[in-house]
């Protein structure tokens, strides 16, 4: 079965740089894409990208200019870098994966989920 | 982007009783759309894929039905675990999006 787990700071200082891990266990990161979700308090879900395990990047339009996303297949890790964030980007992050087939795109594993506070 | 637009956005229902929830597509998106069930802090899950597919362990009680770019949830007899917050989502293109949620409450 696989397991996804976020990791990284709960708390990050407005115009710095939110840095968020996941870490995939119980199977290979390797032939999938990855992705990163986010879900302000009380609100709906935002996709935020896809990362393939090769390195290829797919981002919203909406955050492009602001999202990095990277993978370690050595370590079965992928992260997320979103920088000049503002209270806007306060949100629980999921990792998830993401299955691409003749189905379409479907993010059939997620983790639990990580809350980011943007404050000073 | 293509919009997915959910109603209604919350429902309050009883045991037993059949729901349904809607999703339109702002555009054709064929049978590419999800559906998720999020409970209180919990991760959403996928429930069904492809429009019509139910992922493993899922109980047949949900189904859906699609007219052109609507697509229609239904639970056959709400159960008590069935309470949750639902979502679809469109897998046709990216950016992935969401409709806003529908979240089914107890009467």
């Known amino acids: 079965q696989v397991q996804l787990q976020e990791s990284g700071p709960g708390l990050v200082k407005p115009s710095e740089t939110l840095s968020l891990t996941c870490t995939v266990s119980?199977?290979?990161?390797?032939?999938?894409?990855w992705s990163w979700i986010r879900q302000p308090p009380g609100k709906g879900l935002e996709w935020i990208g896809y990362?393939?395990?090769?390195?290829?990047?797919n981002y919203n339009p909406s955050l492009k200019s602001r999202v990095t996303m990277s993978v370690d297949t050595s370590k079965n890790q992928f992260s997320l870098k979103l920088t000049a964030v503002t209270a806007a980007d306060t949100a629980v992050y999921y990792c998830?994966?993401?299955?691409?087939?003749?189905?379409?795109?479907?993010?059939?594993?997620w983790g639990q989920g990580t809350l980011v506070t943007v404050s000073s | 982007d293509i919009q997915m637009t959910q109603s209604p956005s919350s429902l309050s229902a009883s045991v037993g009783d059949r729901v349904t929830i809607t999703c339109r597509a702002s555009q054709t998106i064929s049978r590419y759309l999800n559906w998720y069930q999020q409970k209180p802090g919990k991760a959403p899950q996928i429930l069904i894929y492809?429009?019509?597919s139910l992922q493993s362990g899922v109980p047949p009680r949900f189904s859906v039905s699609r007219s052109g770019t609507d697509f229609t949830l239904t639970i056959s007899s709400l159960q008590p675990e069935d309470f949750a917050t639902y979502y679809c989502?469109?897998?046709?293109?990216?950016?992935?999006?969401f409709g806003g949620g529908t979240k089914v409450e107890i009467k």
């Open positions: 492809a429009a019509s």
């Open positions: 990362i393939y395990y090769s390195g290829s990047t």
């Open positions: 989502q469109q897998s046709y293109n990216t950016p992935l999006t």
């Open positions: 998830a994966r993401l299955t691409y087939d003749s189905s379409g795109y479907s993010l059939d594993y």
């Open positions: 119980g199977g290979s990161i390797n032939s999938y894409y």
